[in-house]
């Protein structure tokens, strides 16, 4: 049955043609997505690594003040939080949304009437959290946004663990890449986020993002309008690896991203009675690393001082928004 031509009552210039559906729902008929490339049909029902069939999945969508300030500005970005996730982090503090425990079905049309509202809010930008696995949808009702006046970066806020082609495939919808850089141990990333693999595809994408997007572009009132900006979370007793992370992304790109080295780690329930995972990192290894980062040549970016640890900001799931 040939899908029908969707239609919005609050934004009549937002269509989604039925040929663009159609090609949407093909590239989940054999998912690669992601670097598991788990294969199976999800328009079928089938579920991968993620957990997720071709519904979008999503737990809030809402202004959200509490990224980086390039990205904020004077009302927050408008960020939607998608369920599921294509890691499984030991130590996630948004274990709920990440396993699609928590989460609302959201069409292709009101995804892209979110993006508009959002930006009828002030947003500053889109922010998409984790969109990795729900790629073909979201850029199916970004065009349609942008064909009914949505004029916002966007950013792809990620953890990192994508592939190049999958980086590709958002070429021309994607302003902002914010991805995380998280390990560079083999070790670590198997065992902390069930991905051995995750820095030899991690970091051939950050290559492309950074290709993409090219040099870091400002708005007159410090918004960032285009440009990657890395994030890396120092964890517990992690410190060489942490080093070995600010090593190569100075080595790779130089002043030619933008960096955000956070302290924010906060041991979660689920690792309470983790012999490593259970602690913070102590204050005083963050500021070696932070000067370390200093001292190689970083001058572009974000580092954390003091109380800000202690400021990581969990929203509450419920479906704000969608």
């Not at 953890?159 to 980086?167: I, P």
Request: a negative charge; charged letters at 20%.
């Amino acid at each position: 049955m040939t899908p029908a031509l969707q239609t919005s009552e609050k934004y009549p210039l937002l269509r989604i043609p039925p040929e663009e559906f159609s090609a949407c729902r093909e590239e989940y008929t054999h998912c690669a997505l992601c670097p598991r490339r788990c294969g199976v049909d999800r328009t079928a029902g089938q579920t991968g690594f993620c957990g997720c069939t071709d519904t979008v999945l999503a737990a809030r969508a809402a202004l959200h003040p509490w990224e980086e300030p390039c990205l904020t500005g004077a009302h927050g970005a408008g960020t939607v939080f998608f369920s599921g996730c294509t890691l499984r982090c030991l130590y996630c503090q948004n274990a709920d949304i990440a396993a699609a425990k928590t989460a609302w079905p959201v069409t292709p049309l009101r995804l892209a009437e979110i993006f508009l509202e959002l930006q009828e809010k002030g947003a500053a930008c889109i922010d998409l959290v984790t969109p990795t696995h729900f790629a073909p949808t979201i850029r199916l009702a970004l065009r349609a946004a942008k064909r009914a006046g949505l004029t916002l970066p966007v950013v792809s806020n990620t953890s990192g663990y994508e592939t190049a082609e999958a980086v590709r495939a958002w070429e021309g919808l994607i302003d902002i890449w914010m991805p995380d850089l998280k390990y560079v141990s083999e070790k670590l990333s198997g065992e902390y986020s069930s991905a051995p693999n995750y820095f030899a595809e991690a970091s051939l994408a950050l290559r492309e993002m950074v290709r993409q997007t090219g040099d870091p572009v400002f708005s007159d009132d410090g918004l960032l309008l285009r440009g990657v900006l890395v994030r890396h979370l120092l964890l517990p007793r992690a410190a060489a690896d942490s080093r070995r992370v600010l090593t190569w992304l100075w080595e790779t790109f130089g002043n030619h991203i933008l960096l955000s080295f956070m302290n924010q780690y906060t041991p979660m329930p689920a690792v309470s009675d983790h012999p490593i995972l259970s602690r913070r990192p102590s204050p005083q290894t963050y500021e070696r690393l932070a000067d370390y980062a200093a001292s190689l040549g970083f001058e572009n970016g974000y580092f954390q001082e003091g109380e800000a640890a202690k400021e990581s900001f969990i929203p509450v799931w419920n479906g704000e928004g969608l």
